[in-house]
């Protein structure tokens, strides 16, 4: 059993103490995530881009080290792969799970359906040509993975209450062309494809004390309801996990919600993980003890309820995030989003350390 040290539980709360430096030499050497991950039977993995890891040989050694899976960041989307209708390329998606199998990690696969990154022929196609369109795709994808990839994000945020459509869903090409039934349809044509794939729904806005998520996760959770009393073969909820510390937590409404999903019977996995620290002006040692602080809130609120099945961070460093990559989402003061387990230089966080320790206390699976 770890002793936690003083240091360690400080810096597991989030707090920044004397010594950090030699805490994280001795902590990152002879512990690590899936360290204290696996004994619990819970899965930690991180969200991987092969453009990243092409160039950089310290992110390939702690996805190495740290992580028992990796997910595509974008190379296994449906834009990524058939950007020309027939001319299937899963070359880059390919390389994510490759390089996955080379470092005894699994792969997850992300994301079947989305409205996002869709070639730009498929909405003709399916107005002209129905369903057929997604059940070549999901189909040509599940068979190419048959075997290499179990766990899915069969579709991806289909929930959108802004959109004032029926059940609160998106007013994507998939509804307007295909109607309501394409989610469960997305389903049942990826199990027919392969039998042994865990398919996800996988959603973002679910976590966060305000009434725009409170709208989401009813959403979400009449949705799951329909889904299963329909017999699709669904297996579990995503929860994306792109916390912001500009919105309230609350740990017990959190844990509510997934009680009510696991009450179901379906399976959790936080699948994006991240903490978007914009609204914080305090210095950097202030602002890592804050998003700390709040990835313990979530951690321990998430994997006190067993069907959560472990956690997957939106890549490993802030050097890399998509908060810190694409303009419309960087802090206003130009410094970076410290919103992931390591800083830009791959040293450990407090967010590293909440991890850590929320692993470390929780429940066996
Ligand atoms: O398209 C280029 C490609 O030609 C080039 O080879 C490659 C390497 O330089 O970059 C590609 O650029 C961008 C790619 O990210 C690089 O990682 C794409 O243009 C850009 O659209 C893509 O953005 C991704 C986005 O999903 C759309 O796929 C983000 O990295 C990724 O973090 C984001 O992730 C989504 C999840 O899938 C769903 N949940 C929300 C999350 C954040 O938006």
Redesign the pocket.
């Known amino acids: 059993m770890t002793v936690m040290t003083r240091r360690d539980l400080l810096a597991a709360a989030g707090a920044t103490v004397a010594g950090t430096m030699e805490a994280r030499a001795q902590t990152t050497t002879d512990k690590t995530l899936i360290g204290a991950a696996k004994p619990k039977n819970l899965i930690y993995g991180a969200?991987l881009?092969?453009?990243?890891t092409d160039r950089d040989a310290t992110l390939r050694r702690t996805f190495d080290r740290q992580c028992s899976t990796v997910v595509p960041?974008?190379e296994m989307?449906w834009?990524?792969i058939e950007a020309t209708r027939g001319t299937r390329n899963y070359g880059?998606a390919d390389r994510v799970v490759s390089f996955g199998a080379s470092h005894g990690l699994t792969c997850r696969g992300?994301?079947a359906i989305?409205h996002?990154?869709l070639p730009k022929w498929v909405d003709a196609a399916m107005r002209d040509e129905g369903i057929s369109v997604l059940a070549t795709h999901i189909s040509d994808l599940m068979t190419h993975y048959k075997g290499k990839i179990k766990s899915w994000d069969i579709v991806?945020?289909a929930i959108e209450p802004k959109d004032s459509q029926a059940n609160s869903l998106r007013n994507s090409a998939f509804l307007q062309r295909l109607g309501p039934d394409y989610i469960g349809r997305a389903f049942t044509l990826a199990a027919e494809a392969d039998p042994s794939i865990q398919g996800f729904y996988?959603e973002?806005g679910l976590y966060h004390n305000d009434s725009t998520d409170q709208a989401r996760r009813t959403a979400v959770l009449a949705l799951l309801e329909k889904l299963k009393s329909s017999g699709v073969p669904i297996y579990g909820l995503g929860i994306?996990g792109?916390l912001a510390m500009g919105r309230p937590f609350d740990a017990s409404v959190f844990s509510t919600f997934l009680r009510q999903v696991a009450n179901l019977g379906l399976k959790i996995l936080i699948t994006?993980l991240d903490i978007d620290d914009r609204s914080l002006t305090q210095t950097v040692s202030e602002r890592d003890r804050l998003v700390g602080e709040r990835a313990t809130k979530f951690l321990t609120a998430a994997l006190s309820e067993r069907a959560v099945e472990g956690v997957v961070t939106?890549?490993l460093s802030d050097k890399y995030s998509?908060l810190n990559?694409?303009v419309y989402q960087k802090r206003s003061d130009g410094t970076m989003n410290r919103c992931l387990p390591y800083d830009e230089n791959f040293q450990t966080k407090p967010f590293w350390y909440s991890l850590y320790y929320a692993f470390k206390s929780a429940p066996l699976r």
């Open positions: 969200a881009a092969t453009w990243q960041e974008w989307k834009g990524t880059a992300h994301a989305w996002r990154n991806n945020e996988n973002y994306q792109h994006e939106w890549g998509w990559n694409s």
